[in-house]
């Protein structure tokens, strides 16, 4: 017979309740086979195990069948008077239902009854029976009973002391260790059965040796209904499968036994309403109701999440059906819970779910560490700053879990609502932070979303993230407004000035989006307003002023987290446009209106470290004047330029091609025609080559940091005017070679066929002195130069002239000293040779020259001058009696103050 759920304890009962129907049962037999049998027993005992059989079956009720294997009746009363008790034997006595299935199996019974109270006397009759036995249990039953008969051979009220020995209850799995029990069993005159006084001491499992107290009252109404009230004392967690029967509520006994690891249930009561059939067929538990205190419980309300520990609370069940666990308080990974609770629901019905609440409270990192830890896994595609977060956290979560055997995350419905304080957290800009912030979490297990504001760089800012966490390639929406301010111009550092930017001032509201799964392709957009920073582009003359309308609007899109290609970058200001795209490692500049030049270009990124950057840009003008006048500060002298590090940074190539580049101001013309090639690492310029109308330039690299520049040009004065470095001369062809870089620069500069247009007239008219002179002087306006070499040193803005040369058939200049173009001031020692040709051909003899010319490039006579103040108006000293003395002398006398020693120039 395979028996129903809670059936073994019902059939004990019911058992039970039929020994006391049988003892009855056997009152009346005895009273009524008392006369007829009288003298019969006086001779002996008196076999009647069938008769007694069919009396007790008939008397049993329905459904129930007893089978006596023995039963003697015997009485001394016939010899010894009548109050000598009859006494019933019975042995080996069988109840069973007519199904087939047994209900007790009795070894042996004794029933004594007093014949002078048969009809309702005062003292009862004894019922005696021990090592008696029930399905679904091995325990051994002892019972004493006394039984009040009534009137008509009826049971006026009787009661049943039983005491069960150590065994099990239950079979199988189902099966429950007992140590001892006892209770009272009492037939009431209204035909129902109470049991009370019911105390269980269950086997020892573990570190648990629960004590079990219970009572139980039933009634036959068609049904059998019955009440059972069971109090527990104390059972640890990890002890409660001994004592828990899968039988009874098998998936909250699952979930249980899986998910409650630690801690005690205490003082727990329960009341079981059941019903069955009058044959005990049909069995069913129609309610349960009661609970039991919990303490230092740890929960695991999620298989492989953090678990609840120490949690004190109340395990009730309101019904059969549902079970509510509130607790007062606990913890969970550090995070403190400040209430929570959990309704089991459908316990009665196939599947089962549990819904758990709770009120959490502690540092933000122990929050987002059980969020992002598995099996949630909610932050697994949030950003490493979001994860880093620092402050304090006070919300709920909530869960719909079901009690299955195999739960995974998938399977849970989560609800988390949680809110941030102080919370500090990094960014992706180094050195930048969110700062006393406020953020709202919540989260349904599908999305998470978080709403925040917060200081960014010292300025006000709010964030909304919004995240599908339900799949590795959740979409992600993000939404971020603040105010750039000088915080953020010094991460970027825009607060310093550079050689093509000045120093950003003022503030710049924002916003930046994106949106899509955070490992895949997400696009973004970045908006800026402009009107309230102060901006300025000194290298190309471009400027803004706090207040001037401005903005700056990109569209981009990150791939895994990584730059991948920028759809649209625009900046508008007043003078200046600048518009562009990327594609791949290529963006591409498709506009750029800025001050008075106007381009497009491209920039190419490295397609592996050690490679260069690339850089092409082209257009109509390129305009550096206001560059030029900004990097020229007229009396402030220049400090010597400081040793050259070692370059670094990135490499790069360049090459700019441009129809007109203008690099002083006007009235200077610009060159026409630009084109430069030039490659270097950060800001230092390894190699060049330029080229424009009529000039070219070349740069080498030469050991360590110095270079060598050769710049030709087929018309010096128009060169040196583009360069604002002299409007004095027409014509000529120039040819300088200089080194430069790690410390003075040093070269040559030689002139050929140049004419000086503001020739000092003094000058004009030595050369007209001779015959060649009349001849130049009539062939142009200006002074004619055949030839001139300038060795120079150039340092810290000081033009050094080493010993330099002109002249031409009337006329020759020498010239050494200084030149202060910081201050704009000259100090200069020259010579002056009229009628060139005839007079330095003396200074040319082999060996006798020297005497005819004491200065390189002199004559046999010559003028000295001394040129000092400002360039623009100097004062000329001159010597007359220095064109009196011969060259020697002049040197012997030094006659005009003498050149200053000149230093001996270097090779270029």
Known sequence: MKFRRGQAAWIIIEAIHQLGRIVALVVLLALALFGLLGFRLAQGPLEIPQIASRIATRLSGEGVEVRIGTAELAWAGYHKGGAVPLVLRLADIKVGSDSGGALADIPAADLTLPVADLFGGRDPIALNGAGATFPGGNVPV?????????????????????????????????????????FTLAVLPDGAVQVSDGVAQLAPQGQSAPRLHFSFRAHRDGLWLGRLNVALDSVQAQDLAAYWPPIAAPDARVWVMRNITAGSAHDAQFSIDMAAHGDLSHFKIENVQGGFQASDLTLHFLPGAVPLEHLDGVFTMPGMDTIVIDAGGGAAGGVGLQSGS????????????????????GPVQNVLGILGAPPL?????????????????????????????????????????????????ATPIPGIFFTDGAVRIATDGETLRADATAQLAGAPASLTL?????????????????????????????????????????SAPFR????????????????????????????????????????????????????????????????LFVRGHSQGRVFTLTQADIGRSQAQGSVIAPARPGQPWQVEASGETLDLRHGADAQTQPNQPAPAAPPQPAPSGPLWQARLAFQHLYITKPPAPGLRNVSLTASGQGQDLSQASASADGVSARITPLAGPRRALALQGQDAGALLRVLGVYDGMQGGALDLQAQFGGGPAQGTLK??????????????????????????????????????????????GVLRLNGADAYSESLGFTASGSVDGNTGICDLQTTIVPAYALNALPGKIPVLGHLFSAEKGGGLFAIRAHVQGKMSNPQIHVNPLSALTPGFLRGVFGLGGGPPPATKPAAP
Do not use: C
């Open 142 to 182: 002892s019972w004493h009973a006394d039984l009040w008969p009534g009137r008509g051979f009826t049971l006026s009220h009787g009661a049943v002391h039983v005491r069960i020995g150590a065994g099990r209850i239950g079979t199988g799995v189902n099966r429950v260790a007992l140590s001892d029990a006892s």
């Open 342 to 361: 959990m309704v089991i629901t459908d316990l009665t019905a196939k599947d089962q779910f549990g819904f758990l609440n709770l009120n959490l409270a």
């Open 377 to 425: 896994n909610l932050l697994a595609h949030t950003p490493p700053d979001i994860k880093g977060a620092t402050g304090t956290l006070a919300g709920t979560l909530a869960a719909m879990i079901p009690l299955a055997k195999n739960v995974t995350a998938r399977d849970v419905q989560i609800n988390v609502a949680t809110q941030l304080s102080d919370v500090k957290m």
């Open 466 to 506: 919004t995240q599908d966490v339900s799949k590795p390639d959740g979409a992600e929406t993000l939404d971020l407004q603040g105010e750039a301010g000088p915080a953020l111009w010094h991460a970027f550092g825009l607060d310093t000035p550079s050689g093509f930017t000045s120093a950003t001032q003022g």
């Open 512 to 575: 930046f989006s994106l949106t899509g799964p955070a490992d895949g392709t997400q696009e973004a957009a970045l908006e800026a307003d402009l009107t309230r920073i102060g901006l300025a582009l000194p290298l190309l003359g471009w400027a803004k002023q706090p207040g001037g309308a401005g903005r700056l609007a990109a569209r981009f899109s990150l791939q895994n987290g990584d730059l991948g290609a920028i759809q649209d970058f625009m900046m508008e200001a007043p003078g």
């Open 751 to 796: 002139l050929a066929k140049a004419r000086l247009v503001n020739a000092p007239g003094f000058i004009k008219l030595m050369q007209a002195a001779t015959l060649y002179g009349v001849a130049e002087a009539m062939s142009g306006p200006g002074l004619l130069i055949d030839h001139a070499t300038i060795p120079f040193t150039l340092e810290g």
